[in-house]
């Protein structure tokens, strides 16, 4: 499951890391910075080459999925049916 955090670009165009995300991150790490739309996307630099295609395609899809959503084209759950919406997917 992904995790969400808030932070804010400051003046200078620098952004804080919220401490829970920096779990597994040093000082003097190197970050790639992808943009892929609306999308930005942070990821050592040490496993940038492993995961490449599968962040680029994780990120393709939940552009597609809230483009969907901003159409109207969503489906409206409730949770006695949940599970079992989610296994014909």
Known sequence: MA??????????????????????????????????????????ADKFGEQLKEDLDFARRTEEAYKRIGAGEYLSVDSENLEEEMMKW
Do not use: A
């Open 3 to 44: 995790e969400i955090g808030m932070t804010k670009i400051s003046s200078k165009g620098q952004i804080v890391i919220p401490l829970e995300m920096r779990l597994g991150l040093k000082e003097g790490d190197k970050l790639v910075v992808i943009r892929n739309g609306e999308q930005i996307i942070l990821k050592k």
